[in-house]
Structure formats: structure tokens, C-alpha cells
């Protein structure tokens, strides 16, 4: 298995190539810039993209689609519930103060227990809302599960939920209902920030400790 992981952006969103080494098929997840780095990664382990993937809405995390999907003529995709968040992308952009980038059309909606194949590997979907509404969580279920957590969950905090669609009562319940099922070895590779255990995090993280 290939897993590359490219802080991208001004928001250095972890941007993360996931390759099988047999048929060197690929899927991206949040290319939220840097497009070209992200090409060129690509070229270098002879990757062909089978699927774009969006963990959410955000522009820090989908502001490099529409340039992946023209360099790499794979299909885009989102949860259905943050796809007014990627079409108001132009408002996010003006938020933050950067120019707006190109978007385009998501080619699947992606919903809760869809698995996505990749040569032999099969990355599950699994929809953790309270960060935005469509937010998603993706693992890899091998002997130590790779989790790919967007916004939901970080090394020792989780993610803002005020933000447009956000609730805390949500965040939290996707992170104990869904990530925090799986075994304390799996690996968390969260949106922002240096990766994680989900052993560590349900020992340590302040903002799930039990009261
Ligand atoms: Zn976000
Ligand atoms: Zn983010």
C-alpha cells in the first residue's frame, strides 16, 4: 500500500494518496490545493486516480478538485449534505480572503456504508456529521485499520463545529459511535495536523473524556 500525505494550502489540509502497489490504482482524498505537487506524486509511483474523495465541504479540503479531475479525469466526490458548502465555494473563498477556484461537477454522491475499490483495497465511507453536515470518515480495514478522519477528529481535539451546519452534540457522537469502535491500534491520519491512534485519543483527547 502506498500513502502519501501532502499538507496542502494555506490551511495545510493533509491531502493523502492512496495507492494499491499491484494495479497501481489510486484515490486521492482532499486535495484542497497544490494540485501540481499532488500530480507529480502521482507520476512518481505510476498511479492512475480512480476516485477524488472530499471528507467534507470545506475549501481548504475540495479547492483542488475541479484542476484533479482535469488532470487525472477521475470522478469527484462528496457527501450529498456538504454540497451546498462546495457550491458556495466562492463565498469560502471570500471568507478567507483568497481567490476562488475553479469547482465542478461531483460525479457521485457518496452515502454511509459505500465502500470504494482500488485494485484489491476497499476504503469504507462512513458518515460522521457535526463538523458540516456531509462530513465523512474513511478507513482502510486492513489488520490495523487506517482511518482518514477530515475535520471530525484530531491528535488530542476534535473539529470546530461553528462553522455553517456544525453541532457539537453530532461531533461527538460520530467520533464515539463510529471512530471509537474500532481497535486502539487503528491509525487516525486526521485533516490538520500530525496522525494518531484511536487508543491514544479515547485515553487522552480533553473533549471526550467521560465526565
Ligand atoms: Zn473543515
Ligand atoms: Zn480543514
Not at 20 to 44: C, H, Y
Not at 132 to 148: A, E, Q, R, W
Not at 164 to 187: C, K, V
Amino acid at each position: 500500500m502506498i500513502v502519501e500525505t501532502i499538507p496542502v494550502g494555506m490551511l495545510m489540509c493533509n491531502c493523502v494518496i492512496l495507492g494499491d502497489e499491484a494495479t497501481r490504482q489510486a484515490i486521492v482524498i482532499d486535495p484542497g490545493d497544490e494540485v501540481e505537487r499532488i500530480g507529480t506524486l502521482l507520476d512518481k509511483h505510476g498511479l492512475s486516480v480512480r476516485a477524488i474523495v472530499a471528507t467534507h465541504g470545506h475549501i481548504d479540503h475540495v479547492g483542488g478538485i475541479a484542476r484533479l479531475k482535469e488532470l487525472t479525469g477521475a470522478p469527484a466526490m462528496l457527501h450529498e449534505a456538504d454540497l451546498p458548502m462546495y457550491e458556495s465555494i466562492a463565498l469560502q473563498a471570500q471568507w478567507l480572503g483568497v481567490p476562488a477556484p475553479p469547482t465542478t461537477t461531483i460525479d457521485r454522491h457518496l452515502s454511509d456504508a459505500v465502500s470504494l475499490q482500488f485494485g484489491s483495497q476497499k476504503l469504507e465511507v462512513h458518515h460522521t456529521p457535526g463538523h458540516s453536515p456531509g462530513s465523512i470518515s474513511l478507513i482502510l480495514p486492513h489488520d490495523v485499520p487506517l482511518v482518514f478522519a477530515g475535520d471530525t477528529l484530531f491528535a488530542g481535539s476534535i473539529g470546530r463545529t461553528d462553522l455553517w451546519g456544525g453541532s457539537m452534540d453530532q461531533i461527538l457522537h460520530s467520533i464515539r459511535d463510529t471512530l471509537f469502535r474500532l481497535p486502539d491500534a487503528s491509525i487516525v491520519l486526521p485533516g490538520h495536523g500530525p496522525r494518531t491512534t484511536i487508543g491514544v485519543e479515547r485515553a487522552t483527547n480533553p473533549f471526550l473524556l467521560e465526565k
